[in-house]
């Protein structure tokens, strides 16, 4: 094994793959400089590293193996879609306090309101941010300190594809109705034209 390594560092393609780029801040001239200072080996320092690498190559391959279960890899999916809606949210709410309204509705050409059509304070307006977003922030939460992802138990699952789909559902209810979406019926808001 350690000859094949040795193989490998010498190689000019090894060094010139843009994928893994594992030559960047110096790892090509630190594994040349290794293979000088361990130029003879013994016996014992070729089964200690071997050992090594071996443990390293088993340990990729069982988190590997965890990864593959269906219920991981669909948690997996829940959490990159989640995380997705992340910067949206903290802009909204960064719009809610700075503007009262967010950013995208002036620019459409929309305003919020309450019942009497006065525009909406910036406490009313961060609260329909967070009831907007609150599904996508629980399951990041749920994500964040529930149990670890490789250990997706159905009711994990369960849970946050049904937040996921409530999130969808709402959404789908905003773009049939889009003046007055469940997250403005909950916050006591009206989208009107500015």
Not at 26 to 37: I, K, P
Not at 60 to 69: K, P
Not at 122 to 148: E, H, M, N, Q
Request: hydrophobic letters at 50%; charged letters at 20%.
């Amino acid at each position: 094994m350690a000859e094949h390594l040795a193989d490998t560092i010498r190689r000019e393609e090894t060094w010139n793959q843009t994928f893994t780029n594992i030559g960047s801040r110096g790892g090509r001239a630190r594994a040349q400089q290794a293979l000088q200072d361990h130029a003879v080996r013994t016996p014992e320092e070729v089964r200690r590293a071997d050992a090594t690498v071996a443990k390293v190559l088993d340990d990729s391959a069982t988190g590997l193996d965890q990864l593959m279960s269906t219920r991981v890899l669909a948690s997996v999916g829940i959490a990159i879609l989640a995380a997705t809606f992340v910067i949206p949210a903290f802009f909204a709410v960064l719009g809610a306090l700075l503007f009262g309204s967010g950013f995208t509705f002036r620019l459409m050409g929309a305003a919020l309101v309450n019942r009497r059509g006065q525009p909406i304070s910036r406490l009313r307006a961060l609260a329909r941010a967070a009831v907007t977003w609150s599904p996508a922030i629980f399951v990041c939460i749920l994500l964040k300190y529930g149990p670890d992802v490789k250990d997706a138990t159905g009711w994990r699952l369960l849970s946050e594809y049904a937040v996921m789909a409530l999130f969808a559902a709402v959404a789908g209810w905003a773009i049939a109705r889009p003046s007055r979406a469940i997250q403005d019926r909950i916050a006591g808001t009206w989208i009107v034209p500015r």
